[in-house]
């Protein structure tokens, strides 16, 4: 096991590198200039000269990156170009309420869609079947920023229920919440019938219904746990994608995280905060590939990671 973790981390190395220069020469290619943003619509050439110089934009490409890397190795993200304060002091203040809001969205959808996808699998033909995956596909199938909107309406303009938007108690997390979570619920629901389904149809569970084991142990016991194994990397992965992949929900809901930041510092062309948050969202996809690999340990004990 050991040996595997660290395989896996140094493997993450050459991924990471790609993406940083990708991501360094991408953001170079925004239109606008950073320098003539920070120095403001009446500054002369040379007032945004010497903001190139301070910004680091001032040497070739080459040369920039070489200096990107090598403070990112030592743990210096640089400064903002727009709040002139260190890029790990601003993602650090936004990444709790996106880690919280991405954590309440996966919560609820997890149980919601392995409920739906269990009873959709076990029912599947019937009624049940019909109406979970009608409420998948509909969840799938809304666009988060609309689906979004119509919360709002409904329960805080016309019901007065919830707050519209904002980061604060409870409340705040429901709407938002929901909207983050449908498609990544319907998903999981799809997901977890499909699986069911499949593994419904082994020798070993037909043996099990044969031997008289009662239907209740052969679904949660010998379907459900081997079903869960592929169901394990799609939740792996959609919690990825909630993590990295919040913008339009923050947007709407006036969500104080990391998509609204990264909105922000591209309009700004604020480089070493884009630059930042991007590593920071490919290494959250690394790390969370790990565990799910180290999870399908736990899931199915015949799994050896070698």
């Known amino acids: 096991m050991l040996v595997f973790l660290i395989r896996r981390l140094v493997g993450t190395v050459p991924v990471l590198v790609a993406v940083s220069i990708f991501v360094f020469g991408f953001v170079r290619l925004l239109p606008g200039d950073p320098a003539r943003l920070v120095a403001g619509p009446d500054a002369t050439a040379q007032d945004v000269a010497a903001v190139r110089i301070e910004l680091g934009l001032d040497g070739p490409l080459l040369q920039q990156y070489v200096r990107y890397m090598g403070q990112t190795l030592r743990g210096e993200l640089g400064r903002s170009a727009k709040t002139r304060q260190p890029v790990a002091h601003e993602i650090g203040a936004r990444f709790m309420p996106t880690l919280w809001l991405t954590v309440a969205a996966m ?16 029912r ?17 199938s809304f666009p988060s ?13 016309r019901l007065g229920w919830l707050p519209t938007g904002g980061y604060g108690d409870w409340t705040h997390f429901v709407l938002p919440s929901i909207t983050l979570g449908a498609g990544v619920a319907a998903v999981l ?21 044969a031997k008289g084991v009662p239907e209740r142990m052969v679904v949660w016991k ?3 746990r081997n079903a869960l194994i592929p169901v394990v990397t799609m939740t792996g992965l959609q919690f990825g994608f909630l993590l990295g992949g919040s913008i339009v929900v ?20 604020d480089y070493p905060v884009i630059q930042a948050e991007i590593l920071l ?18 899931v199915n004990p015949e799994i050896r990671l070698k």
């Open 107 to 122: 919560a609820w959808a997890l149980a919601f869609g392995l409920l739906v996808g269990v009873i959709s699998g076990v």
């Open 124 to 140: 599947r033909g019937r009624w049940q079947d019909h109406a979970g995956m009608v409420m998948a596909i509909s969840g799938i």
């Open 145 to 157: 920023f609309w689906l979004g909107l119509l919360l709002i309406d409904l329960f805080s303009v």
């Open 189 to 209: 629901a799809r997901f977890t019938r499909s699986a069911f389904v499949e593994v419904s149809a082994e020798d070993y569970v037909r043996t099990a219904r």
């Open 222 to 224: 010998h379907t459900l």
């Open 250 to 269: 923050e947007t709407v809901f006036s969500w104080p995280g990391l998509g609204r930041l990264l909105i922000d510092s591209v309009s700004f062309r």
């Open 281 to 298: 969202f490919s290494l959250e996809f690394v790390l969370i590939n790990l565990i799910v690999d180290v999870l399908y340990a736990f």
